[in-house]
């Protein structure tokens, strides 16, 4: 019986090897994919909030990786001036998600026209 836990043990580690692998080459893809996205919205003045809420969605997956975490960051202050409510719900989404010692804040004073978002 312990014969087979070790290969066992070796085709388990393998598995989640190749599982970690597969999930960072998607998440390079992903920030390059946003990136484009996010700089497209904000090179054309995007208003649509359809637009902009999809791409929030989809970036929320991988606000694990500091490079999508700063495009969020980016487009959430974009969209703070079009629709600062719809804003804290994505900055409460991303804590709720992934904050665990980190700070977010829209803003880096953490105010917007005088009013005090995020924390």
């Given at each position: 019986?312990?014969?087979?836990t070790?290969?066992?043990m070796?085709d388990l ?16 893809v992903?920030?390059?994919q ?10 054309a ?24 975490l700063?495009?969020?960051k980016?487009?959430c202050r974009?969209?703070f ?12 989404a ?17 105010k ?8």
């Amino acid at each position: 019986m312990k014969g087979k836990t070790k290969p066992q043990m070796d085709d388990l580690v393998q598995r989640i090897d190749e599982l970690a692998r597969g999930t960072q080459m998607l998440t390079r893809v992903a920030a390059r994919q946003y990136s484009v996205e996010v700089e497209a919205v904000l090179k054309a003045r995007s208003r649509d909030p359809r637009r902009i809420e999809r791409c929030l969605d989809g970036m929320l997956d991988f606000c694990f990786h500091d490079g999508v975490l700063a495009l969020y960051k980016k487009l959430c202050r974009y969209y703070f001036d079009i629709d600062p409510e719809e804003v804290v719900s994505y900055v409460h989404a991303y804590r709720e998600m992934w904050d665990e010692s980190r700070t977010f804040q829209p803003e880096k004073e953490g105010k917007r026209n005088g009013k005090k978002i995020g924390k």
